[in-house]
């Protein structure tokens, strides 16, 4: 299959001028939320719970592939922790063959999609935002795999990345909970965040009618006992098990 990533940056960038950045709310109070109005995210009031979080996942495997999404339900509570129960997993299989699109580094979302989505036909909830493993507007023409997934399927979502792919940023504190604005082209498109005291960070980037603060909040209240938020972590279990 012969590429020409000048037509696909042309599109990437067309994408990334739909892109909407804004608190994360659930669909029926979308545009309610006056984004100065408040310091404190939509999604830690406990009034608006509970919230169903999808995490996706692709694992490749010899000729093989599992697209993986698992949803949790999140509830937070004024008064104890929040609490995370998982209520829905699916997986959609199938032949390396099938997936068209090569592996380029800043075109990813291109190649894991088309089976992403054949995995979240297969839900039998609605979330109300997506948890990716990758980059949401911290991407060279702001549309990682968060942000086109969320346009495709115009839900809000978050970018959750082990690694960077561009973008500077500061001294990050070791400790736990420890964040620094990561900056690219003179714009903030995320934050590289400290999950676990002295490990390495994870790179969050809200993808589609998130922002920030949103993002950042959504992952904090999915950290269990590892780097990883506990979605991300469980969808990329199913994606590798055989």
């Known amino acids: 299959m012969r590429l020409r990533t000048d037509v696909l940056i042309r599109l990437q960038k067309k994408l990334a ?9 659930k669909e029926g109070e979308r545009g309610k939320i006056n984004s100065t109005s408040s310091s404190v995210p939509p999604i830690l009031n406990p009034k608006n719970s509970p919230w169903l979080i999808a995490a996706t996942d692709l694992g490749i495997k010899g000729d093989t592939f599992k697209a993986a999404i698992v949803v949790y339900e999140l ?25 068209r ?18 995995a979240f036909k297969k839900l039998s909830v ?11 507007i911290a991407h060279p023409r702001g549309v990682g795999l ?19 792919l561009c973008g500077n940023y500061g001294l990050l504190p070791p400790q736990k909970g420890s964040w620094v604005p990561l ?8 934050v ?33 006992r590892f780097r ?14 055989l």
């Open 17 to 25: 001028k739909k892109i909407l950045i804004c608190p994360l709310t």
């Open 75 to 99: 509830k937070v509570f004024s008064d104890r922790p929040p609490s995370l129960e998982l209520i829905d997993e699916v997986v959609y299989r199938g032949n390396t063959s099938s997936i």
């Open 101 to 118: 699109f090569p592996y380029i580094p800043g075109f990813l979302s291109f190649r894991e999609i088309p089976p992403l989505l054949k």
């Open 126 to 136: 609605s979330p109300d935002v997506i948890l990716c493993d990758g980059q949401g």
């Open 146 to 164: 968060a942000s086109h997934l969320g346009l495709t399927l115009r839900k809000p979502s978050v970018g959750c990345a082990k690694n960077k």
């Open 183 to 190: 900056v690219y082209d003179g714009l903030t498109v995320g």
């Open 192 to 224: 590289v965040y400290r999950s676990r005291t002295g490990v390495k960070p994870i790179y969050i980037s809200p993808g589609h009618l998130t922002d920030i603060p949103s993002s950042i909040a959504l992952v904090e209240l999915c950290l269990g």
């Open 228 to 241: 990883i938020p506990e979605p991300l972590r469980r969808a990329h279990i199913l994606s590798n098990s």
